[in-house]
């Protein structure tokens, strides 16, 4: 299993200005996700994390937006830049491990977002 | 992409009862997890089973891959079932182009 932990965990902030989000792992982990929920709705895969190298972005996401880090196995931060209310969500980090269960998705706990 | 439908969206029980849910997908898939999301908001992986069967006490899920749908049973319903039950599938593996469905609302109460 994989503990993960993330700061904020809530924020209200001034249209225009920028968020950055940390998302901390308990163990090393080789794929790291960044997922979207907007209210009410399901998950949106925002990017995959890559350490070492740029994020790799899901359609209708882009880097100037949401710029991602990933210095090492542990550790990956999401910016949310130049926001605006539409950017009011709950943003997750997620990882991928493989097991004796399979491939098994853990979430963190979610940072809520709120854009005024 | 693929396309994710799940059924119903709202489910209301009464403690004690028992449901399926359902899960249904536009295309071939190697990677299927079934997740609960809490009123908290938390969410926790309940299955892997991109097919077959597998139980993990008073659940239980099936995928039948070569038809494109996975059921998710409920038996003996409490009150910390409720929350939104989420299907999610992809073609790759450790959750790369995770596609999320729309999610079952469940409710159950006391």
């Known amino acids: 299993s994989a503990v993960i932990s993330q700061k904020p965990s809530r924020d209200i902030c001034q249209r225009g200005t920028s968020l950055t989000i940390q998302c901390q792992v308990d163990?090393?982990?080789?794929?790291m996700f960044w997922y979207r929920q907007q209210p009410g709705q399901s998950l949106t895969l925002i990017a995959t994390?890559?350490?070492?190298?740029?994020?790799?972005?899901e359609s209708g996401f882009v880097i100037d937006k949401f710029p991602i880090s990933r210095p090492n196995l542990t550790f990956s931060t999401l910016t949310v830049s130049n926001m605006s209310p539409e950017d009011s969500s709950i943003y997750l980090c997620?990882?991928?491990?493989?097991?004796?269960?399979?491939?098994?998705?853990?979430f963190g706990p979610g940072t809520r977002l709120l854009v005024l | 992409g693929i396309q994710v439908e799940q059924s119903p969206p709202d489910l209301i029980l009464q403690e004690g009862a028992n449901s399926t849910l359902r899960c249904n997908f536009s295309?071939?898939?190697?990677?299927l997890q079934w997740f609960h999301q809490n009123p908290w908001g938390q969410l926790i992986n309940l299955f892997y089973?991109?097919?077959g069967t597998k139980q993990n006490g008073r659940l239980s899920a099936t995928t039948v891959a070569t038809e494109r749908y996975s059921l998710l049973y409920i038996s003996s319903s409490q009150t910390t079932d409720s929350g939104v039950y989420f299907c999610?599938?992809?073609?790759?593996?450790?959750?790369?182009?995770?596609?999320f469905g729309p999610g079952t609302r469940l409710s159950v109460l006391p």
């Open positions: 997620s990882v991928g491990t493989s097991g004796s269960l399979g491939e098994t998705q853990y």
């Open positions: 163990s090393q982990v080789t794929m």
């Open positions: 994390a890559n350490q070492g190298s740029e994020a790799t972005y």
């Open positions: 295309d071939s898939v190697n990677n």
């Open positions: 089973i991109p097919s």
């Open positions: 999610a599938v992809g073609r790759s593996n450790y959750g790369q182009n995770f596609v």
